[in-house]
């Protein structure tokens, strides 16, 4: 769920993420019924997405402005990744607490104005909440394939 605090407004959003440590990711959104709305990789640095809308591939530099086109927020592609693979955030200016089991429990950054909660973890399910000045999102974990098979083109968005 991505909750846009300003306009007091939530959307449901399917992702389906296929990452590879320690840069790459890749992930294709949809509404809760199926239809596309769209597509993200990110990988040496870069990022490409493509939206249902304007239907254009663009490719710009993984940065928090990045992926605002697709779940209208402004996130590090880097901090989804190191979500999805349970670690701390990269970079400096973060403070994690852990849980009885020292599993990441909360992450903060003041600087950057982002929290980050583990809400829950059952068996190979997590819920992750993010959040960020404008808008709160809640991702819903669920399922893991410790070996993915990817090809040349996993990580790159190319429309014909």
């Known amino acids: 769920m ?3 605090k300003t306009k007091s407004k939530s959307y449901i959003v399917h992702i389906d993420a296929v990452a590879v440590r320690p840069d790459r990711l890749r992930m294709e959104f949809a509404t809760p019924v199926g239809i596309s709305l769209g597509a993200f990789a990110l990988a040496n640095k870069k990022v490409s997405y493509y939206t249902s ?3 254009r591939v663009k490719v710009l530099a993984a940065t928090e ?3 605002y086109p697709l779940i209208q927020a402004n996130i590090d ?3 989804l990744l190191d979500i999805l693979f ?3 955030p990269r970079g ?3 403070v994690c607490s852990l849980d009885k089991k020292n599993f990441l429990k909360t992450c903060s950054n003041k600087a950057k104005n982002i929290n980050l909660s583990w809400l829950k973890r059952e068996l190979k399910q997590r819920a992750v909440e993010i959040n960020i000045p404008n808008t709160r999102i809640q991702l819903g974990l669920k399922g893991f394939q410790p070996k993915v098979e990817v ?3 996993t990580f790159q968005i190319i429309r014909k």
């Open 53 to 55: 809308e304007d239907k």
């Open 65 to 67: 402005s990045a992926m």
């Open 86 to 88: 349970d670690e701390k």
């Open 151 to 153: 090809g040349p083109e």
């Open 77 to 79: 592609p880097y901090l």
């Open 2 to 4: 991505i909750r846009n």
């Open 92 to 94: 400096n200016g973060w």
